[in-house]
């Protein structure tokens, strides 16, 4: 129980990590990257049903990705 919580915490500060450069996100520290990649993990999954794109975790970490790159756009944009 525990790996897991640890494994997804890894899994989203690299997801948040990744759209942050991708996005020049500007500086953060790696509990920025945690709460964007986890935050663009529910984007991403919410987008991908939406879609109908689903499956293996490869699918699942490319949306995460997707969705913090998204996050990153929209909180650049309102915060103009």
């Known amino acids: 129980m525990i790996w897991k919580l640890l494994v997804e915490l890894a899994i989203g500060a690299l997801c948040g990590f990744v759209a942050n450069k991708l996005m020049n996100g500007g500086s953060g520290g790696l509990l ?3 709460i964007l990649g986890l935050v ?5 999954g919410l987008v991908g049903n939406l879609l109908g794109v ?4 490869v ?8 969705g913090a790159c998204l996050v990153v756009w929209l909180v650049k944009k309102f915060l103009k």
């Open 59 to 66: 699918t699942g970490i490319l949306l995460s990705i997707g």
């Open 40 to 44: 663009g993990g529910l984007v991403g």
């Open 32 to 34: 920025k990257n945690i």
């Open 54 to 57: 689903g499956g293996g975790w």
